[in-house]
């Protein structure tokens, strides 16, 4: 457990803090806020871009057009529900939330449709009536992913519980982890027979960032169980989601300072004790060092442990040498003239496939440089936020940071005519291959702008601009290195790669690092506050 009590060092700003956050993504902010809510700790959070939030933040552009950088849709977002109780808990109730449609996917692949729909029960049956050879298989298939989602609920459990019981848990996912811990292609080839069936269950593999081939069948497991019972939108966008948690931030006393890219961890006598920070509003302006008596570090584990600490701080240093390749991706922004629901959209999204082989479509990724695209997932903003302005759309799609790292050097929005050019082919070919499914799709836009991974890399400092922070193969759960605490005393982890990828299990990655400062029956107390603030909540609403 952390000391307590704040640093009495004055910082730059004259404040003392009891801890400092780098990073302001979805961990971060619900570290923050919970140490906040439920230790009245003062938490400074440090952020690089010129917006907090990370990929929870939102822009905008002339015309009234709103984007979201990475919150598309997420689960479990109905009241009563666990991850609802959270996001109430650590936004003081401060977002509210848009049921999606009640088909909330559309896989498309070559000669198939499928249309996924709220309920286990229901889309056990949509895959039944497509496959009716296979209904035995897909029956079993929903039984092991609610299995190994269940080992992924003790593997986090492992991490915030103390021992001894943290070693019975430890010793029940170790006996059970040969379904949770093969590759998600192991588990289809060896429990499905048609190819065909295989790809549909696999599409959305995006959303965890590896193909089937690569990916861990829990980390499948954990994204496809967490849609099951439908999606949500935040109403206002993801930026309500970062607004409203740093407003409980502040009211403890903490601070949230945009364009303040920490660049070392501050260590002595072995334990960390603050940061340096260089200052991002001017390049000359030197750089400044905060301490506080815990760190709590957002900036993913290579990051943190590769970029901001010295080698020799690190036993395990060597295992970092080379990170897996992780999912690299291009966001294609579209500004929309009339409003989608022409062309029958309703809020839904789509994802489109050239062929039932995601792991051939993930190597040919690249392809989009040369006007064909493999894949894309097409999203509307602007439908699933009642309080949207004006109409918008978001294409995604997998492609390599190497590609462009000759421009790696170049200034952001000055990068030159070949980066463009590389730009406006790959736009091209997202938009051929949409307008394919959706004739006069093309004729709705007004605006486009494309981000690649250089543009991640520029915002977030992510390594080579990945989205999910350290890619979620099976080798990934079997290093005992992922969790909130850190070899180095007082220095702790947050967000994805303290839990798993994605905006939800971020904010757990959040609650597993404040359960550990908070003590043995930390996690315990967090999750009894939620529902307490939730029953409240709801009972409040309701009068």
Request: proline share 6%; aromatic share 12%; net charge neutral.
């Amino acid at each position: 457990m952390a000391p307590s009590g704040a640093s009495e060092t004055l910082n730059p700003r004259g404040h003392s803090y009891d801890a400092i956050v780098i990073g302001s993504g979805m961990g971060a902010l619900a570290f923050a806020s919970i140490m906040a809510k439920l230790r009245k700790w003062r938490v400074l959070v440090l952020e690089r871009h010129f917006k907090i939030g990370g990929f929870t933040h939102t822009f905008s552009r002339p015309g009234g057009w709103t984007w979201d950088v990475g919150v598309h849709y997420i689960g479990e977002m109905g009241r009563g529900m666990t991850g609802r109780r959270l996001f109430d808990f650590i936004t003081d109730g401060g977002v509210d939330w848009s049921p999606m449609p009640d088909v909330y996917d559309v896989f498309v692949y070559p000669g198939l449709t499928v249309k996924v729909p709220k309920g286990r029960a229901n889309f056990e049956r949509t895959l039944a009536e497509a496959f009716p050879a296979e209904k035995q298989a897909i029956g079993e298939y929903f039984r092991d992913i609610k299995r190994a989602a269940n080992w992924f609920t003790r593997h986090i459990m492992a991490m915030v519980t103390p021992q001894p019981l943290s070693w019975i848990v430890q010793a029940i996912n170790r006996y059970s982890e040969n379904v949770a811990l093969q590759t998600t292609q192991q588990y289809l080839e060896s429990h499905i027979r048609d190819p065909r069936l295989r790809a549909v269950l696999a599409s959305q593999w995006a959303d965890y960032g590896l193909p089937p081939g690569r990916s861990a069948f829990v980390t499948h497991a954990v994204i496809v169980t967490h849609y099951l019972n439908g999606a949500w939108y935040p109403v206002g966008g993801a930026g309500e989601i970062a607004k409203a948690a740093s407003s409980v931030i502040r009211k403890a006393g903490g601070e949230l300072l945009m364009g303040h890219e920490v660049t070392k961890i501050i260590l002595e006598r072995g334990q960390a004790v603050g940061v340096e920070v260089q200052p991002k509003k001017r390049k000359d302006e030197p750089r400044q060092e905060f301490r506080a008596p815990v760190i709590v570090s957002d900036a993913g584990a290579w990051n943190t442990f590769t970029r901001l600490l010295p080698s020799e701080a690190i036993p395990f240093r060597a295992e970092l040498e080379t990170l897996p390749e992780g999912l690299e991706a291009v966001e294609l922004f579209l500004g929309l003239k009339r409003d989608p629901r022409e062309l029958g959209f309703q809020g839904e999204n789509y994802w489109i496939f050239s062929s039932f082989d995601h792991d051939q479509i993930c190597a040919g990724r690249n392809d989009l440089l040369d006007g064909r695209a493999p894949m894309a997932y097409l999203s509307f903003p602007s439908l699933k936020d009642p309080q949207a302005r004006s109409h918008t759309a978001e294409i995604v799609a997998p492609f390599t940071y190497r590609t462009l790292e000759a421009f790696h050097e170049e200034p952001w929005k000055r990068r030159g005519t070949d980066y463009e050019s590389a730009k406006s082919r790959i736009t091209q070919a997202l938009l051929d291959l949409v307008e394919q499914q959706h004739p006069g799709f093309r004729d709705l836009i007004a605006y486009a702008e494309l981000a690649t991974p250089l543009t991640f890399e520029y915002f977030t400092g992510a390594p080579s601009g990945t989205i999910y922070g350290y890619p979620a193969t099976p080798d990934r759960f079997r290093k005992t290195w992922f969790t909130p605490e850190t070899p180095i005393r007082n220095l702790y982890l947050t967000g994805a790669d303290a839990a798993i990828l994605g905006v939800m299990s971020a904010l757990m990655g959040g609650v597993a690092a404040a359960s550990t400062l908070l003590g043995s029956v930390g996690f315990i107390e967090i999750m009894r506050s939620a529902k307490s603030f939730s029953s409240t909540n709801s009972a409040a609403a309701k009068g």
